[in-house]
C-alpha cells in the first residue's frame, strides 16, 4: 500500500512529541537528588505505582476534582481528556479488528475511515462505527463548552481567562481544528460510501446530497493531520504541556518527593502541570473580595513558563493557602511562589529554539543581593531550666490581652515554665523568608535555636500561627512544639485545669497558617465546645477564610485589606454570636477592626473559664510539676 503523504504532519508532529517527552523526561530524572531519585525508584517499582495509575485515570482523565468543583468546567476537561483517551484506545482496537493487519503504526488506528471508507455495513461494524461516532460526539460537546470558556468564560463559571502568547493561539487553534476536521473528514468519506453512524453518516448523507464528497474528504484529512501534527510540535512551548507533565508530576508526587526551597526538577514539572483551569481564581479572595483578579497562581505560573516578570504575582497574594487545597491537580502552590520570591524576575535573555523547548530555570534567574545580618545586640538569654518554654512572638506582643491570658493559664496549669521573649526577643524569621531574604532568616532562626536549647524544654509553646510553622518546619528542635490551643487543649485533657462552661454562643475563624498551612484543626474545636456553644459557619476546616492581615503580601493596599477582613467577618457573624473565636494575634487584631461582634482568641476565652481554685493536678509525662507557683519568676 502506497504511503498516503496526508499522514505526515501527523507522524512527525507524534514522534516528535514522543521522543520530547522521552528526552524531557530524562533530563528532570538525572536533575532530581540522590534521595529523590531513589524515591521515584521504590515509587515506580512499588505500591506507588498502582496508586499513581489509579489518581492518573480519576484526576487526569475524569476530573473528579474538578467534577465536584464546577461541573460544567469539570465535563469540559473530562470530555477532551477522557474522550481523546477513549477515541485512541478504541481506534486502535477498531484498526486491529477491522483492518487488513493486526499491529497496525498509529497513524491507521487515527485515519481508519480513510483507508477503509466501506467499514460499517456488517450489524458488528455499524455498532462499531455507533461506538465511535458517540465519543467524537463527547468530545465536540467539551469542545464547544471550550469555546465559550474562551470567549464568555462565566458560561463555565470562570470569571476570566489567561491572555494566550502566538505558540498558544496557535495550538489553540489547531486543538479547536483537530475534531471539528475530523468530524467532516468522516463525514464525507461517509457520504460517498454510504456508512458512518448517527453523527458521521448523518452529516455525510447530508452533504453528499449537495456536494462531491469523495473529491472534498481528501483536503479535510489533509486538515485533521495538520492539525494533530502541529499541536503536537507546539505542545512544549504552551500551557497544554500539562497533558503528558501531569501524569509524571503524579508518579513523583506518589513517590514522596516535594517542593524545596529552590527551583529544581519537581517544582518545574509543577508549573508545567497546571491546567490552567481557573479553580484558584474563585478560591482567592483577593479576587472575589477585593476585585483582585491578575495575581492568582494560574498567571503566576503562566508567567514562570514564559519566562516572563514574575514580581508582582509572586508578591501580590496573602499565602493563605486557599488555592493550595482547591487545586485539583495537587500543585504546591505556596512553596512554587515562595520558590519564585527567593529567585526573583527572570533575566532576559535571547533564547535559542533549544532553549525554549529545554529550559533552565535554575540559571536564568538574577541573584538577590547578599546582607550580612548580625544580631549581636540581642541578649544571650537565660540558663535557667524548664519543661515549658513560651514563646509569644512579635504579633502577640501587640496584642497583650492574648499574652497575658496565657501567663495566667500557663500559671494556672502548676507546671514549670519560662517566658522566652518577655522582655527582649528576636523574630521567628519568618517575615524575611516571605522576603525571599533566607540567609538573613537563618540567622534568627539560629539565634532562637540556641536560647530553646539552653533551656531544656520539653515542649516550645507559641501563641502566634505564623510562628508555630516556622518552629516546626524551618528549625530543628528536640523540644515539641505547640500552639496554644493545642496546649490548651492538652491541659484540659490531663486535667491540669479547671475551666467553666460558659454557655455563650461562639464560631470559630481558623488562621491560616494554623489550619491549612498547618493542619491543626480538631484541637481548638475540642477546647471550644469544652468551653461554650460552638457553632459552624460553613467555612470551617480547609474552607476557612482569611482574615485579609496577612504578613505574606506587602503590596496590598489598606483599602484592599479592609474588603477582604469585612467580608470574611460578615460571614463568620452572619449567625449573630457572641463571640467570633480565633486563635491568632493579627487575625484578631484584622477581624476585631472589621466586625460589632466581640473579637478575643482562644486563650482569652479560656482565661474568662478558668477557676482559679486551687486543685489536685496530674502531671503529663515528661513535664516537671511545679510546686510553688506564685513564687517562681519567669522570664530571661
Known amino acids: ?77 473530562m470530555s477532551l481528556a477522557f474522550g481523546w483517551f477513549l477515541l485512541i484506545l478504541f481506534g486502535t482496537i477498531e484498526a486491529d479488528i477491522f483492518g487488513q493487519k493486526h499491529l497496525n503504526p498509529p497513524y491507521k488506528a487515527i485515519f481508519f475511515r480513510f483507508f477503509n471508507p466501506a467499514h460499517g455495513k456488517t450489524p458488528f461494524e455499524s455498532f462499531y462505527a455507533f461506538l465511535m461516532d458517540l465519543i467524537l460526539a463527547f468530545i465536540l460537546s467539551g469542545l464547544l463548552l471550550a469555546i465559550f470558556k474562551r470567549f464568555w468564560p462565566g458560561t463555565v463559571g470562570m470569571k476570566k481567562t489567561t491572555r494566550h502568547r502566538l505558540p498558544d493561539k496557535v495550538a489553540l487553534a489547531s486543538l479547536w481544528l483537530i475534531f471539528p476536521s475530523r468530524l467532516i473528514a468522516e463525514s464525507l468519506t461517509s457520504g460517498a460510501y454510504g456508512t458512518g453512524s448517527f453523527l458521521t453518516g448523518t452529516l455525510g448523507a447530508q452533504l453528499a446530497s449537495f456536494l462531491p464528497a469523495s473529491e472534498l474528504a481528501y483536503p479535510f484529512w489533509w486538515l485533521y493531520s495538520l492539525s494533530l501534527g502541529t499541536f503536537f510540535i507546539l505542545l512544549p512551548l504552551t500551557r497544554y504541556m500539562h497533558i503528558p507533565t501531569e501524569l509524571f508530576l503524579i508518579f513523583m508526587r506518589n513517590s514522596g518527593i516535594r517542593t524545596g526551597d529552590k527551583a529544581g526538577t519537581f517544582s518545574d514539572v509543577e508549573v508545567h502541570s497546571c491546567s490552567s483551569c481557573g479553580i484558584c481564581i474563585d478560591a482567592c479572595q483577593m479576587s472575589f473580595s477585593a476585585g483582585i483578579n491578575d495575581m492568582q497562581s494560574v498567571y503566576l505560573l503562566k508567567a514562570i513558563r514564559n519566562n516572563d516578570k514574575t514580581n508582582y504575582t509572586a508578591f501580590n497574594c496573602l499565602l493563605c493557602g486557599r488555592c493550595d487545597v482547591k487545586c485539583p491537580v495537587g500543585i504546591e502552590l505556596s512553596p512554587v511562589r515562595m520558590i519564585q520570591r527567593r529567585a526573583g524576575d527572570p533575566v532576559k535573555e535571547r533564547q535559542s529554539l533549544f532553549k525554549a523547548y529545554f529550559p533552565d530555570r535554575k540559571k536564568n534567574t538574577r541573584p538577590r543581593p547578599v546582607s550580612t545580618p548580625s544580631y549581636d545586640y540581642l541578649p544571650s538569654g537565660s540558663k535557667a531550666k524548664a519543661s515549658v518554654l513560651y514563646f509569644a512572638g512579635c504579633m502577640t506582643h501587640l496584642t497583650p490581652a492574648i499574652k497575658n491570658a496565657m501567663t495566667r493559664i500557663l500559671d494556672a496549669s502548676g507546671l ?8 527582649a526577643g528576636a523574630c521567628c524569621g519568618r517575615p524575611l523568608m516571605l522576603a525571599g531574604q533566607d540567609r538573613e532568616a537563618r540567622e534568627l532562626i539560629n539565634y532562637n535555636s540556641q536560647i530553646i536549647l539552653d533551656a531544656g524544654a520539653d515542649i516550645l509553646v507559641t501563641s502566634c500561627p505564623i510562628c508555630f510553622k516556622v518552629f516546626r518546619e524551618s528549625y530543628y528542635l528536640d523540644a515539641e512544639v505547640m500552639h496554644h490551643s493545642q496546649f490548651i487543649s492538652k491541659i484540659i485533657d490531663e486535667d491540669l485545669v479547671r475551666m467553666n462552661f460558659l454557655h455563650n454562643r461562639v464560631t470559630y475563624h481558623t488562621p491560616c497558617d494554623l489550619g491549612r498551612n498547618s493542619g491543626v484543626y480538631e484541637e481548638p474545636k475540642q477546647v471550644l465546645m469544652h468551653l461554650a456553644r460552638l457553632e459552624m459557619t460553613g467555612y470551617d476546616d480547609e474552607n476557612a477564610l482569611c482574615c485579609g492581615g496577612s504578613l505574606g503580601n506587602i503590596m496590598l493596599s489598606q483599602e484592599k485589606r479592609k474588603s477582604i477582613a469585612a467580608d470574611a467577618a460578615k460571614i463568620l457573624t452572619a449567625s449573630d454570636p457572641d463571640f467570633l473565636v480565633t486563635s491568632c494575634p493579627l487575625c484578631k487584631k484584622t477581624l476585631a477592626n472589621a466586625t460589632s461582634t466581640k473579637v478575643v482568641d482562644i486563650a482569652e476565652l479560656a482565661e474568662m473559664a478558668l477557676i482559679n481554685e486551687p486543685v489536685e493536678k496530674k502531671s503529663i509525662p515528661g513535664y516537671v510539676k511545679m510546686h510553688e507557683p506564685s513564687r517562681f519568676q519567669h522570664g530571661f
Open 416 to 423: 514549670e515554665w519560662l517566658f522566652m521573649d518577655e522582655h
Open 1 to 77: 500500500m502506497k504511503l498516503e503523504p496526508f499522514i505526515i504532519p501527523f507522524n512527525i508532529g507524534l514522534y516528535f512529541i514522543l521522543l520530547y517527552a522521552v528526552a524531557r523526561s530524562v533530563i528532570w530524572y538525572r536533575d532530581l537528588s540522590r534521595p529523590d531519585k531513589l524515591r521515584l525508584q521504590r515509587g515506580f517499582f512499588g505500591r506507588a505505582f498502582g496508586q499513581s495509575l489509579r489518581e492518573i485515570f480519576m484526576e487526569s482523565l475524569i476530573h473528579r476534582k474538578i467534577l465536584k468543583t464546577n461541573f460544567r468546567l469539570g465535563y469540559m476537561h
